[in-house]
C-alpha cells in the first residue's frame, strides 16, 4: 500500500466516522495459513463475511506478528466472501517465506 492509499483509506474511514459518509461496516476474522510464497508473488486465501458485497472498500488488519517484507491485501470477489492476498516482496536474498498462521481481520465498507 502507497502513502498515498494510506491517506485516503484514513480520509475515507474518518469521512464514515464523522458521519460524512454514510456506510454500514460487516467484518469477519479468520486464522490463514498462507503457507510458502516465492519473492515478488502473491497468495491469497479467502474469508467469509456475512453481508460483504462486491465493489465494496476493504480494510485489512493483519496479524501484529507479520513478518517483514509482507504486505495485506483485501477485496470483495464474490457476496458474503473476502479475498486477503499476501504479497511477499524481498531485497532478493530469500527467494520465498512461509509466514506464519495468524488471525487476520476485516473489514467491508458498504455504502
Known amino acids: 500500500m502507497t502513502v498515498e492509499d494510506e491517506i485516503y483509506l484514513r480520509d475515507f474511514i474518518n469521512d464514515i466516522e464523522t458521519g460524512l459518509l454514510p456506510m454500514t461496516t460487516v467484518s469477519g476474522s479468520q486464522s490463514l495459513d498462507f503457507g510458502s510464497i516465492l519473492d515478488g508473488e502473491t497468495a491469497a486465501l479467502t474469508i467469509a463475511v456475512v453481508g460483504a458485497v462486491a465493489g465494496s472498500a476493504v480494510a485489512v488488519g493483519p496479524p501484529a506478528a507479520l513478518e517483514a517484507n509482507l504486505s ?4 470483495v470477489t464474490a457476496t458474503n466472501v473476502v479475498e486477503v492476498r499476501l504479497k511477499y516482496n524481498s531485497d532478493g536474498t530469500v527467494p520465498s517465506i512461509n509466514p506464519a498462521a495468524g488471525i487476520y ?5 458498504i455504502p
Not at 495485506?72 to 477485496?75: D, R
Not at 481481520?105 to 465498507?109: A, S
Request: aromatic share 12%.
Open 72 to 75: 495485506a491485501t483485501a477485496v
Open 105 to 109: 481481520k476485516v473489514t467491508v465498507f
